[in-house]
């Protein structure tokens, strides 16, 4: 049975490492990230029952305001130091779900843990809203744009998403169309650049039987698809000259008619278009209407190209492997230094480009760590910055190059017949008392530097053989600072 999920948001590293050791004992799982992280804390936790924060965060009551706006309906705990309940603002105590010292006495935190369903209940807010919408990355270019969804997303606005080929203008149409009213409805995509001008009047607006030669039968056009819902106009700027025309009439009157017949059709669809191409360049050329562009051009969302947000691509590694995973269409896992110098190649297919690269590697080398010197010859011209390093994403891998190839062995140690050496177990508690929690960790850091040892270093296995996720022994590695 899955165990339900906590968040505790703090900088205190002594406070974590005692909630860790303490919930964990009480069968939780706890995630600690810090004030920065704290959405991608609350992204990863599918179970997530409580959030705890840490008092001593810069701009305290700000952070509680963003995690309660982040994830309304999930209680939020805070945590202060011992005598320092008093000093708590009123104002913040009446934010938060509870305030609590720490450390906590044992019957005061199992009395709160076993209210958390209730408590979540009581809220009774909307649910967590999606996170990175698709659109994976921190820089602030990509922040803006999910800023820009949520802003249109409640009205019935059109929207013309700007950018290179490969940047993801599809994927923000679905957000968009995820994000309304009319989620429920069709998202009916066409790309007006992939279809002949003389086919295109009947694609988006069907025909009738014998309208033209071929037309065996009525058919729909994608206006009449999309009925309700939204329709994603992809590559506007290709459209031929005469199809603008009558697009644009769509648009004012929201009726249009079938090819080969007279029948009036009213519809209720809501425009999303999307270019490559400098619009405002093409009407300068004779090549796009300015009228139509004023009308498309109600609320612009323009996207980065992938070399203008550089800073994204190891978060965009990590979710296009986590998606090739899913898929079950194989995996593939980059060190720091490989990501450092993907991230000084200018990437001209952006995001497109970079998906193909990782599928390419996933099939070349399937199952895989990518050091520096494994990416192809394009990549070694470029030079790996002093003092780089990746912080916070799951997939990105820091043993040595030297255990490559033992990480695609798939010979697995069997536990039973390793011999551990003997740990120091007490039966019974001293009359002078203990520390329990440096008493655990000594267990936890003894036993891992037994698997570490039995495994030859090799963290993946290692990670196996304590029935862990590499990446939980990872951050113990790090807390623990052990190498």
Excluded at 48 to 55: Q, S, V
Excluded at 284 to 296: G, S, T, V
Aim: with cysteine; glycine share 6%; aromatic share 6%.
């Amino acid at each position: 049975m899955a165990l339900p999920q906590l968040l505790l948001i703090d900088e205190n590293i002594t406070r974590v490492h005692q909630f860790e050791s303490i919930l964990s004992f009480m069968e939780y799982q706890v995630s600690a990230v810090n004030a920065d992280n704290y959405i991608s804390g609350i992204n990863k936790l599918e179970r997530l029952r409580a959030i705890f924060i840490g008092n001593g965060c810069d701009k305290q009551a700000t952070l509680i305001k963003a995690v309660l706006d982040y994830a309304p309906g999930v209680p939020v705990i805070l945590l202060v130091d011992k005598g320092a309940l008093a000093q708590v603002p009123s104002a913040i105590q009446a934010m938060v779900t509870k305030t609590h010292e720490w450390p906590c006495l044992y019957p005061v935190l199992t009395e709160t843990l076993k209210k958390l369903p209730a408590l979540a209940k009581v809220t009774q807010k909307p649910k967590i809203r999606a996170g990175n919408k698709g659109l994976a990355g921190s820089s602030q270019r990509i922040k803006k744009v999910r800023e820009l969804i949520d802003q249109v997303s409640g009205s019935n606005a059109t929207v013309l998403v700007l950018g290179e080929s490969g940047t993801g203008k599809e994927v923000v149409a679905q957000a968009l169309h995820k994000a309304s009213d009319r989620k429920n409805k069709p998202f009916v995509p066409i790309n007006c650049g992939a279809i002949p001008g003389e086919l295109l009047e009947s694609e988006l607006f069907g025909h009738e039987k014998g309208a033209f030669t071929g037309a065996l039968t009525a058919r729909q056009g994608r206006f009449e698809m999309a009925e309700g819902g939204t329709l994603f106009l992809d590559e506007i700027g290709d459209m031929p000259m005469p199809m603008q025309v009558k697009l644009l009439r769509v648009l004012q009157e929201r009726t249009f008619e079938r090819v080969g017949s007279n029948k009036t059709i009213a519809c209720d669809v809501r425009i999303i278009a999307a270019t490559h191409r400098n619009l405002e360049n093409e009407i300068i050329e004779k090549r796009f209407r300015e009228d139509l562009f004023y009308r498309l051009n109600v609320f612009p969302i323009e996207l980065p190209s992938l070399k203008e947000r550089a800073e994204d691509i190891p978060l965009l590694v990590n979710d296009l492997v986590h998606k090739m995973e899913k898929s079950k269409n194989g995996s593939v896992q980059f060190t720091a230094n490989a990501l450092a110098l993907m991230m000084q190649h200018p990437w001209p297919g952006n995001v497109r480009e970079l998906s193909n690269f990782i599928e390419r590697l996933s099939i070349t080398n399937p199952n895989t760590l990518i050091d520096a010197e494994d990416l192809p010859e394009k990549f070694q011209g470029y030079e790996i910055p002093a003092g780089f390093v990746v912080e916070n994403i799951e997939d990105v891998v820091e043993e040595p190059l030297a255990v490559k190839a033992q990480l695609d062995e798939e010979i697995q140690p069997e536990p039973e017949k390793i011999a551990f050496e003997a740990v120091s177990v007490v039966s019974q508690l001293p009359e002078a008392g203990m520390d329990l929690k440096e008493y655990l960790t000594d267990m936890e850091v003894n036993l891992i530097q037994q698997a570490l040892s039995e495994c030859n270093g090799v963290v993946a296995h290692a990670a196996k053989l304590l029935n862990m996720r590499r990446t939980t022994l990872v951050e113990k590695l790090r807390k623990y600072e052990l190498s």
